[in-house]
């Protein structure tokens, strides 16, 4: 399976939460907790897939983001690359777009995440509040 590209975003506020949304029924894991992102289209750069996401599924602009890190997976359904970036410069209220529901979580306790997402919790909280 040739990997997918996907774009994650981690939205910070000032207080350290961050945002996370559910996956909606009828996905692939449906109902299973992650941060909100998607697949990058052809043509597109990984932050222009990231803003884009963040407009259709959120209604939120983000203004800039720091690449962060990458984790590859291997689903049943996908092989994915993960880009994940951090963004403390962004406007707006979340809103649910697409139906799904989200939460800012401080100590994240919404649950199931998707499995290639939990490590990336414990890295989280080495830069959340820095
Ligand atoms: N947005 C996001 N996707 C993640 C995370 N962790 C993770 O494994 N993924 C995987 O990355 C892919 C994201 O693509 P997507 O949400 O646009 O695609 P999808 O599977 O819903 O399919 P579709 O959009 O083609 O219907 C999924 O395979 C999802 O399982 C995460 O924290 N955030």
């Not at 602009?61 to 984790?71: D, L, M, P, T």
């Not at 996908?78 to 401080?106: C, K, M, N």
């Not at 649950?111 to 080495?126: H, K, N």
Request: charged residues 20%; proline residues 8%.
């Amino acid at each position: 399976m040739k990997p997918v590209d996907v774009a994650v975003g981690i939205l910070v506020k000032p207080n350290g939460d961050v945002l996370l949304g559910q996956r909606p029924a009828g996905k692939p894991y449906d109902g299973y907790w992650e941060f909100p992102g998607g697949k990058v289209d052809p043509g597109e750069t990984i932050l222009e897939a990231l803003k884009r996401e963040f407009v259709e599924e959120l209604g939120l602009q983000i203004h800039s983001a720091e690449e962060w890190c990458g984790v590859e997976y291997v689903y049943p359904h996908a092989h994915v690359r993960l880009h994940f970036y951090i963004s403390r410069d962004w406007s707006g209220e979340p809103q649910s777009l697409e139906g799904q529901a989200f939460a800012w979580q401080g100590a994240v306790g919404v649950e199931p995440l998707l499995p290639a997402t939990i490590p990336l919790l414990e890295w989280l909280e080495q830069v959340r509040y820095s």
